[in-house]
């Protein structure tokens, strides 16, 4: 018998091998193992002919992952009675012809854009319908009453577009995103006339996704008000500034999910790059939705595959759950296993 040291323990061996030998003996022949005998590497080719001596320290190592595979099967965005794949919405206002805002909302991936219900706005300069650009049987638009600042404009805005979208027999007919705004300069919603007007659209059939400031309160207001979805500014419409106040969403999730962990908190406007939304999906809410962010990106398509995949990404990390922040260094690799220092 001979004594010797394999990974750090005492082993007897019971008569005189060779490495290859001790290989096969412990299950290892293989082949995915690398052999150090007395701190030198033995190589493959010497491994039938390299005999092993008693006090031999041996070392026997491989490979080891430290990761595992995302769930990559999240549940499908719901709001309401309208259920999709996506968790990005686009717009469609900003772009420099229709022909490049039809082909970001494909980069986008998107499956609802949204379209403001303005006449001026219905036509352009060559007579042009946005709906000839909008492929009505892939996409289900939800009509905006951006540029209302009033109760009473935003619901005969969110109107007309039930009318115009049923005629169109589009499943958008009968919800609308609310834009009931107090400032043109900041573009800030007014929260009593938002109020307000969600309650009379809820009566009137209306699934209600309602644009609003990050104030945890009145987030909590509007859904008690039958909002379909609360949808927080992360910042300024169209300013780009991202996810200013990442705490106050925070308390919005927890408020509005509570006891309802499905109802659909979606952040919209102030989305600037991916990295925002990657932001806002990383706080656990369901969706973001954006348009200048895209349309006056450089170049719009590339960034719509952008804000695509960091829709993606940012889902896939919130159900991950990520790592707890640690002042000091942890290693990824196990510790256990390691090859003895010399002494």
């Known amino acids: 018998m001979i004594q010797v040291k394999i990974n750090g323990e005492e082993r007897t061996l019971p008569k005189e091998m060779t490495v290859a030998d001790l290989l096969r003996e412990l299950g290892h022949a293989d082949g995915r193992v690398a052999v150090e005998v007395n701190e030198r590497v033995v190589p493959k080719a010497e491994h039938e002919n390299h005999k092993l001596s008693a006090g031999d320290a041996i070392e026997i190592v491989t490979l080891v992952g430290g990761g595992a595979q ?50 001026e706005r219905l036509f352009d300069k060559q007579g042009r319908n946005i709906l000839d650009y909008l492929d009505l049987k892939k996409y289900t638009i939800l009509p905006n009453t951006a540029g209302c600042f009033s109760a009473e404009d935003a619901i005969r805005h969110a109107r007309l577009a039930r009318e115009l979208l049923a005629n169109l027999d589009n499943p958008g007919a009968d919800w609308v995103k609310l834009e009931c705004l107090g400032d043109p300069k900041t573009l800030l919603p007014d929260p009593v006339a938002t109020l307000e007007a969600t309650e009379q659209l809820v009566k009137e ?139």
């Open 70 to 119: 995302p769930d990559l099967e999240p549940k499908p965005l719901v709001i309401g009675k309208h259920s999709f794949r996506s968790r990005l919405i686009t717009g469609t206002g900003k772009y420099s012809s229709y022909e490049v805002m039809r082909e970001a909302l494909e980069a986008s991936g998107c499956e609802v854009t949204t379209v403001a219900v303005r006449r």
């Open 205 to 343: 059939g209306f699934e209600v996704l309602v644009y609003t400031s990050d104030d945890p309160i009145m987030a909590r207001r509007l859904k008690e008000a039958g909002a379909a979805s609360v949808m927080p500014a992360g910042s300024p419409i169209g300013s780009g500034q991202g996810v200013l106040n990442p705490n106050n969403i925070r308390i919005i999730l927890e408020y509005l999910k509570q006891d309802d962990p499905d109802y659909p908190v979606i952040v919209d406007a102030g989305v600037g790059t991916a990295s925002d939304v990657t932001i806002a999906m990383e706080l656990g809410c369901d969706g973001v939705l954006l348009n200048t962010g895209i349309a006056h990106a450089k170049d719009p398509i590339r960034m719509a595959y952008a804000m695509r995949y960091a829709c993606e990404a940012g889902r896939l990390a919130y159900l991950s759950g990520r790592i707890p922040k640690k002042l000091y260094a942890q290693a990824s690799s196990p510790m256990e296993g390691l090859i003895a220092a010399s002494r």
